[in-house]
């Protein structure tokens, strides 16, 4: 008897945000209605005792198609990534951060355009940040020494839109339109599961960040095409990981020495100014992290925000609320409303996920269950 093809394995590395990834993993399962998906979400050791947590949101006989990979310590995000892969049975392998939230269509247009595109090496999308901004991230160009340098020396800010100097970012491509580019995010990497067998999977030289790059530059080099498509996903951008942190800015720019060291041996100069930039990151994490201490700053908190918080409803005019979060409940639009409407919006809002069925509501910056 011949077994059903996958259409898409969906894996997902997940530490510390439980929440994020159950509202991440119910919107991959609504998503995929009608396709044959399969979902593998690896826990890297997470203090918050996700398995556990899983096991009892996502039962295994309602729920066949998941399957948890509990990892025991910290793999790192390439590791973790490829001990997945190895149990994957796809046609296509979709790389997804748990601190996402894809809208009901965002599979079928991602499918659907990969399959009219045999050249595809690996698939991007439009990532929105929680007020509904543009996240830069979400189509880059090969940080090469030149696009490097324009990054670093602030060239690429000043330009955004010019194809020399601010091709870190491609500022200059139309976000509405789908288009050839060369970095895939890593919080959304649909790959064939031929060209990985081709290329192979994530370099686990890198620990976190980087790897995304590295897979994405080894795929156009080995004559495929990266694209990037404008069909709208939520990145809520890392809530695992502290961007202040010291640690942050020596795992990041330690990601790219590597990247350099791998691909361009020869360009020994551009190491100078990454050490620069880490010491320099480095003291204003110092600066900013004692600063915190001595200021009360207002974080993003729903707690903090009751005045301003507000349940879309049919016929209101959320244009006309004062800033502060929107709440979307699930029972009474779609996840593609709530992302079109927050992309439209004029980015004074926040958007805020509540799901009836686990009666938890996810921001950006706070996850909240309802209790009785």
């Known amino acids: ?96 951060n748990p601190d996402t939230l894809l809208g009901e269509n965002t599979l079928h247009e991602a499918l659907a355009f990969a399959r009219q595109h045999p050249d595809l ?15 830069p991230e979400s189509h880059r160009g090969i940080p090469t020494p030149w696009v490097s340098f324009c990054k670093m020396s602030g060239l690429a800010s000043l330009f955004p839109k010019s194809r020399r100097f ?22 959304f990497m649909l790959i064939p599961k031929a060209a990985l067998d081709e290329t192979g999977s994530f370099d686990e030289t890198f620990f976190m960040y980087g790897e995304d790059i590295d897979l994405s530059f080894r795929l156009l080099k080995s004559g495929r095409q990266n694209y990037y498509i404008p069909s ?23 990601a790219m020495l590597i990247f350099f060291r791998k691909h361009y041996p020869h360009a020994h100069f551009i190491s100078i100014p990454i050490h620069m930039a880490v010491v320099v990151r480095a003291a204003m994490t110092y600066v900013v992290g004692n600063l915190r201490r001595l200021i009360p700053f207002r974080k993003k908190n729903v707690h903090l925000s009751l005045p301003k918080y507000a349940f879309a409803t049919d016929g209101e005019r959320l244009t006309e609320l004062p800033s502060g979060y929107v709440t979307f409940s699930l029972d009474t639009h779609s996840r593609q409303e709530a992302l079109e409407w927050i992309r439209t919006s004029d980015h004074r809002h926040y958007l805020a996920i509540y799901d009836p069925k686990t009666r938890v509501t996810v921001t950006g910056g706070y996850a909240m269950e309802q209790k009785d």
Not at 166 to 187: F, N
């Open 166 to 187: 601010g091709r870190y970012y491609m500022r200059y491509l139309d976000e509405d339109r789908a288009a050839p580019i060369e970095v895939v995010s890593g919080a």
């Open 1 to 96: 008897m011949t077994k059903t093809k996958t259409d898409i394995s969906v894996i997902i590395v997940s530490y510390n945000v439980r929440f994020y990834l159950e509202q991440c993993l119910r919107s991959v399962f609504a998503a995929g209605q009608g396709l044959r998906i399969e979902v593998l979400v690896v826990d890297n050791a997470s203090p918050d005792n996700t398995p556990a947590y899983l096991s009892e949101r996502f039962p295994k006989a309602a729920w066949p198609d998941l399957r948890l990979i509990d990892a025991k310590e910290n793999l790192g995000f390439g590791r973790a990534n490829n001990l997945a892969l190895a149990q994957a049975r796809g046609e296509y392998i979709l790389f997804l």
């Open 232 to 254: 709208t996903i939520l990145h809520y951008k890392g809530e695992s990981t502290s961007k202040t942190s010291y640690r942050y800015v020596q795992t990041f720019y330690g």
């Open 121 to 135: 090496g690996a698939l991007g999308t439009r990532m929105l940040n929680d007020n509904g901004r543009f996240a």
